[in-house]
């Protein structure tokens, strides 16, 4: 049975226990005589403070601070030669929008202007069911092997004992697993420290399939491009900005959107055919390397614009639970274990963070109606009526075939087996290419600034020579002016097998039998 549970309008608003009962007098506790202690009849004031005593929910674990906007997403452009989804069938095709950008390392109450990565979740309601794009500021990331996550995360917040962010367990993390240089340049340069929230690009990172309705399909990158660019703070600014207005981003987002300067974002996809793929220098599967522009092209294909602030923050922004395995058919993973891993990991700990219907909440239930066999758990609040809860021959529910799939369109032989990556000469090749031809003057001297003032703080000389022969098998340059701007000897640059022994990107590729 619906309940109207908001009033229509402010002025409409009538105090009420959470049982809608009229409550005369919200200050007031029941008490024995003027002077006597508290009445446990008195509900009003109980659930008053019971519910106050519940108000926080666990953080995020990660991505902790951020800031959110609701918008739409227009297709621009026709690409269906590369996807089957239905977002994607017709020009001028929209979704809403929801948005939610963040730190990573941080807690909620950290400063918006950390050097840090952004996160950049996009929640688009599809008729087909809701599209998430868990994305990031940066076309990069530190890790390919997902195991390494949660020690890598630990390093980036509180030393166990001191409770304290600790420069030394930072770089010691990044010193012995060097394939994170890519992403380290990347934040230790401006790009590390963007002017707000909604002047910046975001990137998919992961390489995801596009498959069209022939059952042709595509790897591919997705881009959002800031229609007004890339803003940055340098390092001082930042830092001044942490102390001054440390929730800089969700004001400077909020305030663009309350004066109709609506941030906009023009998407782009890079694609690949599994056959490029396999004669690419770098795997597809490996998210510390970008696939260059000048041999996989931007391709337009939408436009994403943020014109509605949230009414009310946590039940639309805090609330809201992305996840990369929220997807729609036409759009799949691609094999990149880091992928893979984060498609069990989100929605395994919405159901730790919001509870086993998180996907019930407002904010995040789909459009189109859902019909399973999921039931009851806490706050089912869409717990499908008096439909069966089995698949019952009396009133089955009906399959919509679903177009292909990777399940059809890729097999898999070999055995099981457990990998890790191994570092190679072609870990540094973009890196060199960033600080020997992409920073200009400028930005290698913040680069040597940025890094030059962390590093300084590592105690271990251990760990200051180990990171710098990382950025020695970069450039020696790069390493020599970090050594000299924190005092430390040069050192030689780290020693790696040739790119010859890198494990080439090879797959089974071709259509197995329908099932
Ligand atoms: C948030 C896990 C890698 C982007 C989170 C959360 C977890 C997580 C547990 C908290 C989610 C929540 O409480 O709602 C992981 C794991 C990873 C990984 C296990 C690797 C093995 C990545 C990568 C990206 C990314 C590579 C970007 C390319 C994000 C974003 C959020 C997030 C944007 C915030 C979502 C929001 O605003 O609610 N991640 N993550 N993560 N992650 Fe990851």
Same mark, same amino acid.
């Given at each position: 049975?619906?309940?109207?549970?908001?009033?229509?309008?402010?002025?409409?608003a009538?105090?009420? !226990?959470?049982?809608?009962?009229?409550?005369?007098?919200?200050?007031a506790?029941?008490?024995?005589?003027f002077?006597?202690?508290?009445?446990?009849?008195?509900?009003?004031?109980?659930?008053?403070?019971?519910?106050?005593?519940?108000?926080?929910?666990?953080?995020?674990?990660?991505h902790?601070?951020?800031?959110?906007?609701?918008?739409?997403?227009?297709?621009?452009?026709?690409?269906?030669?590369?996807?089957?989804?239905?977002?994607?069938?017709?020009?001028?095709?929209?979704?809403?929008?929801?948005?939610?950008? %963040?730190?990573?390392?941080?807690?909620?109450?950290?400063?918006?202007?950390?050097r840090?990565?952004?996160?950049?979740?996009?929640?688009?309601r !599809?008729?087909e069911?809701?599209?998430?794009w868990?994305?990031?500021?940066?076309?990069?990331?530190?890790?390919?092997?997902?195991?390494?996550?949660?020690?890598?995360i630990?390093?980036?917040?509180?030393?166990?004992?001191?409770?304290?962010?600790?420069?030394?367990?930072f770089?010691?993390?990044?010193?012995?697993?060097p394939?994170?240089?890519?992403?380290?340049?990347?934040?230790?340069?401006?790009?590390?420290?963007?002017?707000?929230?909604?002047?910046?690009?975001g990137?998919?990172?992961?390489?995801?399939?596009?498959?069209?309705?022939?059952?042709? =399909?595509?790897?591919?990158?997705?881009?959002?491009?800031?229609?007004?660019?890339f803003?940055?703070?340098?390092?001082?600014?930042a830092?001044?900005?942490?102390?001054?207005?440390?929730?800089?981003?969700?004001?400077?987002?909020?305030?663009?959107?309350?004066?109709?300067?609506?941030?906009?974002?023009?998407?782009?996809?890079?694609?690949? !055919?599994?056959?490029?793929?396999?004669s690419?220098?770098?795997?597809?599967?490996?998210?510390?390397?970008? =696939?260059?522009?000048?041999?996989?092209?931007?391709?337009?294909?939408?436009?994403?614009?943020?014109?509605?602030?949230?009414?009310?923050?946590?039940?639309?922004?805090?609330?809201?639970?992305?996840?990369?395995?929220?997807?729609?058919?036409?759009?799949?993973p691609?094999?990149d274990?880091?992928?893979?891993?984060?498609?069990?990991?989100?929605?395994?700990?919405?159901?730790?963070?919001?509870?086993?219907?998180?996907?019930?909440?407002?904010?995040?239930?789909?459009?189109?109606?859902?019909a399973?066999?999921?039931r009851?758990?806490?706050?089912?609040?869409?717990?499908?009526?008096a439909?069966?809860?089995?698949?019952? %021959?009396?009133?089955?529910?009906?399959?919509?075939?679903?177009?292909?799939?990777?399940?059809?369109?890729?097999t898999?032989?070999?055995?099981?087996?457990?990998?890790?990556?191994?570092? !190679?000469?072609?870990?540094?090749?973009?890196?060199?290419?960033?600080?020997?031809?992409?920073?200009?003057?400028?930005?290698?001297?913040?680069?040597?600034?940025?890094?030059?003032?962390?590093?300084v703080?590592?105690? %271990?000389?251990?760990?200051k020579?180990?990171?710098?022969?990382?950025?020695?098998?970069v450039?020696?340059?790069?390493?020599?002016?970090?050594?000299?701007?924190?005092?430390?000897?040069?050192?030689?640059p780290?020693?790696?097998?040739?790119?010859?022994?890198?494990?080439?990107?090879?797959?089974?590729?071709?259509?197995?039998?329908?099932?």
């Open positions: 049975m619906p309940s109207k549970q908001v009033f229509e309008t402010k002025d409409e009538v105090y009420t !226990t959470s049982n809608g009962a009229p409550v005369k007098e919200p200050y506790a029941e008490r024995v005589g002077n006597g202690p508290l009445l446990l009849q008195d509900f009003h004031h109980i659930d008053l403070l019971a519910h106050f005593d519940r108000e926080r929910i666990p953080e995020r674990v990660v902790a601070k951020g800031a959110g906007a609701h918008g739409y997403f227009e297709v621009t452009h026709d690409i269906t030669d590369l996807t089957c989804a239905a977002l994607f069938k017709k020009v001028g095709n929209r979704a809403r929008a929801t948005v939610r950008f %963040s730190t990573v390392g941080g807690e909620s109450g950290s400063a918006d202007t950390a840090d990565p952004r996160g950049f979740a996009i929640k688009l !599809t008729e069911g809701n599209l998430d868990v994305f990031n500021n940066t076309p990069v990331f530190f890790i390919r092997d997902p195991a390494k996550f949660p020690h890598f630990h390093t980036q917040k509180r030393d166990p004992q001191t409770h304290l962010k600790d420069a030394d367990m770089w010691d993390y990044l010193s012995q697993n394939e994170s240089i890519h992403q380290v340049m990347i934040l230790f340069s401006d790009r590390g420290t963007p002017d707000g929230y909604h002047q910046m690009h990137y998919s990172g992961h390489t995801f399939k596009f498959v069209n309705d022939k059952g042709d =399909w595509y790897y591919v990158q997705i881009h959002f491009i800031a229609d007004k660019g803003k940055t703070l340098d390092n001082e600014q830092g001044k900005l942490a102390g001054d207005n440390p929730d800089y981003g969700i004001q400077s987002l909020f305030e663009a959107i309350e004066s109709k300067q609506y941030p906009s974002w023009t998407v782009y996809v890079q694609t690949m !055919t599994p056959a490029q793929a396999e690419f220098r770098y795997s597809v599967l490996d998210l510390t390397k970008i =696939w260059p522009h000048s041999q996989f092209p931007l391709r337009p294909i939408g436009k994403l614009v943020l014109n509605e602030n949230p009414a009310n923050y946590f039940a639309e922004i805090e609330q809201a639970a992305f996840s990369p395995s929220h997807i729609v058919p036409g759009i799949e691609s094999a274990p880091v992928l893979q891993s984060r498609f069990f990991s989100y929605p395994d700990t919405h159901r730790h963070r919001l509870g086993v219907n998180y996907q019930q909440l407002p904010v995040n239930a789909p459009i189109v109606p859902i399973n066999f999921q009851d758990g806490f706050m089912a609040f869409n717990n499908q009526g439909r069966p809860n089995y698949q019952s %021959s009396i009133s089955p529910l009906k399959y919509k075939a679903k177009p292909y799939s990777s399940l059809q369109h890729e898999w032989i070999g055995n099981s087996i457990a990998h890790l990556s191994e570092i !190679t000469e072609l870990d540094f090749e973009q890196p060199r290419e960033l600080w020997q031809k992409v920073l200009d003057d400028t930005h290698k001297a913040h680069l040597v600034h940025n890094v030059a003032v962390h590093l703080n590592a105690k %271990s000389a251990e760990v020579a180990r990171q710098l022969s990382v950025f020695a098998a450039d020696q340059d790069l390493s020599d002016r970090i050594a000299k701007a924190i005092g430390a000897p040069t050192v030689q780290l020693k790696v097998k040739p790119a010859s022994e890198a494990i080439p990107f090879k797959t089974n590729i071709g259509k197995s039998q329908n099932f």
